[in-house]
């Protein structure tokens, strides 16, 4: 369509395959690294920046930024991933404020993140 607005962080290439839950209590750790990634429900084909979401839901911002360089992001996919943080933070805090205290939290930790 002529004149229609571009998207600020444009997705080059081909939807891949993603998580879309990478929320802490998905990430299993052993011995400080990663060892699984656990509810499969939200497993599809879309966006690879909607996997980022741990950057701005589990890490301070040191290692947000170790986290960024180690996976050679383009500042696009970053903005994007910054945006799915920030979709799926504004939806829980209001569905969890009063049934899950530990995801309201998570979603008010997001939001400052994201917001930072």
């Given at each position: 369509m002529a004149g229609a607005p571009r998207p600020s962080a444009p997705l080059d290439g081909w939807p891949t395959w993603i998580h879309a839950d990478l929320m802490p209590g998905n990430l299993l750790v052993r011995d400080g690294r990663l060892a699984a990634v656990i509810d499969l429900g939200a497993v599809d084909v879309g966006d690879p920046a909607v996997d980022l979401m741990p950057a701005?839901?589990?890490?301070d911002a040191g290692s947000r930024e170790t986290y960024r360089r180690a996976l050679g992001v383009d500042d696009a996919t970053w903005e994007r991933?910054?945006?799915?943080?920030?979709?799926?933070?504004?939806?829980?805090?209001?569905?969890?404020?009063?049934?899950?205290?530990?995801?309201?939290?998570?979603?008010?930790?997001?939001?400052?993140?994201?917001?930072?």
């Open positions: 701005w839901n589990l890490f991933g910054r945006g799915w943080a920030l979709e799926q933070a504004i939806n829980a805090l209001p569905y969890y404020v009063e049934t899950n205290l530990v995801m309201a939290a998570i979603a008010r930790r997001t939001l400052r993140a994201v917001l930072d």
